[in-house]
C-alpha cells in the first residue's frame, strides 16, 4: 500500500523559509516522481513543482521559481520542499502526491495527509 | 489565473445523474484527470485520462471529453458524493500541471 507521510504544521515570520518532508513507502521510490501541490485558506489547488527521483531532476511551476527548491533523498525515501522568502499569502496547506505523468496524461494519484503553514510576524 | 474553467458550483437530487465540466484549450490536447476534495481531506483522484477510474473508485463516476471539455458523471449521486471536485490537465505547453478552480457539488 502506497503511503506518503509528511511533517507536521509550522509556523513562520514572513522571509522566512519552510522545509516541509514527505516520507514515501509502499512502492519504488525511484519509479515514480514527487509533485508538491498547495491550497490557501479556502481555495483551489496550485501545482508548485516536482521532482523525478530516478533522476533527480526536479521542475517548477513559473510562479514558484527562485522560491521553492524540491529535493529527494533516495536513502529514505523522503521528498523535501522548501519555499523560501515566505510571505503571508504563502500561507496554506502544501500536499505532496505521487505523479503518474505520461505522454498525454498528468494525475496525482496518492496523497499526502498535507502539512498547514502559517506565515505571520 | 487558471487555464482550466469550471463552473464554481453545481447542485444534483440525491439519486440523479450529475454532470461537472472542464474547459481549457489545452484539453484539446491533454487527457483530464479528476479529484474529489471533502472538507479537512487530502484530494482523492477519481479519474485519470479522461475516463479511467483507479482501483475502489465506485463506478458511478466516469469521465469524457469533446474538444476542449472535459466532463465528470456521477450517475446517480450519493449524499457522500457532496464534495469539491477539481480538474487537471497539462497546460497548453504541455510542461506544466494545472488545475481548474474548483466546483463545489451539492447533493440535495
Known amino acids: 500500500q502506497v503511503q506518503l507521510v509528511q511533517s507536521g504544521a509550522e509556523v513562520k515570520k514572513p522571509g522566512s523559509s519552510v522545509k516541509v518532508s514527505c516520507k514515501t513507502s509502499g512502492g519504488t521510490f525511484r519509479n515514480y516522481p514527487i509533485s508538491w501541490v498547495r491550497q490557501a485558506p479556502g481555495q483551489g489547488l496550485e501545482w508548485m513543482g516536482g521532482?523525478?527521483?530516478?533522476?533527480?531532476?526536479?521542475d517548477y511551476a513559473q510562479k514558484f521559481q527562485g522560491t521553492v527548491t524540491i529535493t529527494a533523498d533516495e536513502s529514505t525515501s523522503t521528498v523535501y520542499m522548501e519555499l523560501s522568502s515566505l510571505k503571508s499569502e504563502d500561507t496554506a496547506i502544501y500536499y505532496c502526491?505521487?505523479?503518474?505523468?505520461?505522454?498525454?496524461?498528468?494525475?496525482?494519484?496518492?496523497w499526502g495527509q498535507g502539512t498547514p503553514v502559517t506565515v505571520s510576524s | 489565473s487558471s487555464e482550466l474553467t469550471q463552473d464554481p458550483a453545481v447542485s444534483v437530487a440525491l439519486g440523479q445523474t450529475v454532470r461537472i465540466t472542464c474547459q481549457g484549450d489545452s484539453l484539446g490536447t491533454y487527457y483530464a484527470s479528476w479529484y474529489q476534495q471533502k472538507p479537512g481531506q487530502a484530494p482523492l483522484l477519481v479519474i485519470y485520462g479522461n475516463n479511467n477510474r483507479p482501483s475502489g473508485i465506485p463506478d458511478r463516476f466516469s469521465g469524457s471529453s469533446s474538444g476542449i471539455t472535459g466532463s465528470l458523471t456521477i450517475t446517480g449521486a450519493q449524499a457522500e458524493d457532496e464534495a469539491d471536485y477539481y480538474c487537471?490537465?497539462?497546460?497548453?505547453?504541455?510542461?506544466?500541471?494545472?488545475f481548474g478552480g474548483g466546483t463545489k457539488l451539492t447533493v440535495l
Open positions: 487537471n490537465c497539462r497546460d497548453s505547453s504541455g510542461n506544466y500541471l494545472v
Open positions: 521532482i523525478n527521483p530516478f533522476f533527480g531532476t526536479a
Open positions: 502526491a505521487r505523479d503518474m505523468r505520461d505522454g498525454y496524461n498528468w494525475a496525482l494519484d496518492y
